[in-house]
């Protein structure tokens, strides 16, 4: 059974920086590709940032225009993935939540995803 921990979420306010981790159980992201979404009350979830093995300590990233150049995603062992999140905005306020499937395919979009944390809340005070 895939199990997804997410931790890390707090509130914050314009400019701070936060660390999200992402933990899994059941599974491994050294050959399984593992991407952080993003939701608020009055939108669906969105894609934050996605991660995807492509060798031996190699992987490739992608980022929604949204938080390019402010977060990175990166792996750092088979069972842990973390989400570094600098000058934080208020629009970046939103319930972050960590998912994976079987497959090295770079997911962007939710449907692809069969396994999901239960979410850390990000505030972001202006």
């Known amino acids: 059974q895939v199990e997804l921990t997410e931790s890390g979420g707090g509130l914050v306010h314009t400019g701070d920086s936060l660390l999200l981790t992402c933990t899994v159980r059941?599974?491994?992201?050294?050959?399984?590709?593992m991407s952080w979404f993003r939701q608020t009350p009055e939108e669906e979830r969105q894609f934050v940032a996605a991660?995807?093995?492509?060798?031996?300590?190699?992987?490739?990233t992608e980022y929604s225009p949204a938080v390019r150049g402010r977060f990175t995603i990166y792996e750092v062992d088979q069972y842990t993935v973390n989400l570094q999140m600098n000058d934080l905005r208020p629009e970046d306020t939103a319930v972050y939540y960590c998912?994976?499937?079987?497959?090295?395919?770079?997911?962007?979009?939710?449907?692809?995803?069969?396994?999901w944390g239960q979410g850390t809340r990000v505030t972001v005070s202006s």
């Open positions: 998912a994976t499937r079987y497959g090295d395919l770079m997911g962007t979009h939710r449907v692809e995803f069969p396994y």
């Open positions: 991660i995807q093995p492509i060798g031996w300590s190699e992987e490739n």
């Open positions: 059941g599974h491994s992201f050294t050959d399984n590709a």
